[in-house]
């Protein structure tokens, strides 16, 4: 059975920094499209940041470039998200996906078929 497992979310205040990193069980990876998406409340789920499968090719959305940094470790079948400068708007629930079919990038969520349970991030003004 394959799973997603986040870990990482919490509490911070703004301008604080968080680490999110995701496990992947029951099949590697190293082949496929990975990334994260976050929902705040209210609002539809959005992509956040995606790796192709080497993580040498890399996508974000305008509104955390330069602060948040993707990075993948196949061998380890992980996926990290370092999120720096953390703004209240950034508070949603984030999410780990990966791609069963692509393994360049992507950012549209219908692309992504493994999901995680999520891990709420919380940043405080």
């Known amino acids: 059975q394959v799973q997603l497992a986040e870990s990482g979310g919490g509490l911070v205040p703004a301008g604080g920094s968080l680490r999110l990193s995701c496990a992947a069980s029951?099949?590697?990876?190293?082949?496929?499209?990975m990334g994260w998406f976050r929902q705040a409340p209210g609002k539809e789920r959005e992509y956040v940041a995606t790796?192709?499968?080497?993580?040498?090719?890399?996508s974000y959305t305008e509104s955390v470039k330069g602060r948040f940094t993707i990075s993948r470790d196949n061998a380890k079948n992980m996926l990290d998200l370092q999120m720096n400068s953390l703004k209240p708007e950034d508070t949603a629930v984030y999410y780990c996906?990966?791609?069963?079919?692509?393994?360049?990038?992507?950012?549209?969520?219908?692309?992504?078929?493994?999901w995680g349970q999520g891990t709420q991030v919380t940043v405080s003004s």
């Open positions: 996906a990966a791609s069963r079919s692509f393994s360049g990038l992507r950012v549209r969520k219908d692309e992504f078929d493994y």
């Open positions: 790796a192709d499968w080497s993580g040498t090719r890399l």
């Open positions: 029951g099949r590697t990876f190293e082949n496929n499209a």
